[in-house]
Structures are given as structure tokens and as C-alpha cells.
């Protein structure tokens, strides 16, 4: 199994160098640690006072990796899930926070536990996706995997300036698209003709 540095290592490289994206609505982020992030956690690497953008661009690929580590895998017990979710629920809890957690528990209501959806790891949520890994040892990572990309497809569908994270310009898979089917088995991924059908009502 791969270390947790070495997926954070990975989500960083996912992720990409400094970007201002004025449809995302992170604003300035570097290494997928947004400004938003750098001011919560008082990251004032320019010394002046403040957190602003030049504060995002100083960030390095070692802070982000350790910013990962602790804010988004230690802090929300990402660690207490099944192993076979820890790398995919990692990922999405660096782009959508706690979202990355509700999509799992609605999974796992749909599943049949009774748990609550509140983006929270807690007893019921850990103990809920134990039951369900011991239950669908080799299916709960796809389902886990398929769920995420549902969510993009979802999110692109209500917001559409965030299609373009979902569709490429010539209508292939975006990046929010192949990034979810990073952490599905290719049997399960969506031929270029689906993923078209998904999205033909875009126009």
C-alpha cells in the first residue's frame, strides 16, 4: 500500500502549480491548497501582515504535501475508513471538503446504514463503512469511485461554468471526470460515447 505521503504527493501533482481561475470559486490556488485554506490556517509566508495571493504563490510542494496530510487526512480520521477508500476519499476531501464525505455516507445509505450525512468521520460513519467493506470487499471502492464522478456530473449539470472541469473542449472527459475514474477499475469507467450521452444536454 502506498504511504499517505506518497498520495498526498500524488494529489499535489493532480493538482498543478498556481492557478486564478475566475470561475473557481477557491480563488488563487497553488498546488490545490486555496487562498481560503492559507487564511484559515494563518499562512502569511511573505511576512506582511496579511494572506493574499503572492502568500499562495510562495506556497512549495512540500508545504502543500504536509497541509494535506494533516488538514485533510489526519484532522477529518480519513485514516479510520477502509483502506480501500483512504486514497480516493483523500483526494476528494482536497477539492471538495467535507462534500468528500457526504457523497460516502449517502453511499452508504443507500447501502442500508442508517447514518447521518453531515461531512463528518465519526463512530457511526467509520463503523458504517467497515460493515460495508466487509460486505462488498472487491465493489466498495468502485462504488465509492462511481458516486464521485456522479457528483461532478451533478455539480457541472446545476453550475454551468464549472462544465468546463467536466467536459474538454472538443467534449471529452474533463478533468473532474478522469480524475474520479483515477480510482475506478477501468471496467467501470464510461466510454466516450456515455460520458457524450451524459453530457449531451449541455448543448
Known sequence: MQTVRQIASEIVAREGGYVM?????????????????MRRLGLDLTNDGRVSAADVRALTRAQAVDIF????????????????LQASVFDMYVN????????????LVEMGHAIGVDGGIGPQTISAA?????????????????????YYYALADARPASRKYARRRDGGKGGWIRRAEDFISPRFHLSPDEHRE??????
Do not use: C, M
Not at 467535507?98 to 455516507?105: D, T
Not at 451524459?198 to 448543448?203: E, G, L, P, Q, V
Open 69 to 84: 496530510i494533516t488538514h485533510y487526512f489526519k484532522r477529518p480520521r480519513v485514516a479510520d475508513l477502509p483502506e480501500v
Open 21 to 37: 481561475d475566475p470561475d473557481d470559486p477557491g480563488g488563487a490556488t497553488n498546488f490545490g491548497v486555496t487562498i481560503h485554506t
Open 96 to 107: 471538495a471538503g467535507a462534500n468528500a464525505v457526504k457523497i460516502l455516507q449517502r453511499l
Open 198 to 203: 451524459r453530457i449531451a444536454k449541455w448543448a
Open 130 to 150: 467497515r460493515a460495508a467493506h466487509a460486505s462488498a470487499p472487491e465493489h466498495l471502492a468502485d462504488a465509492y469511485g462511481i458516486a464521485r464522478r456522479n
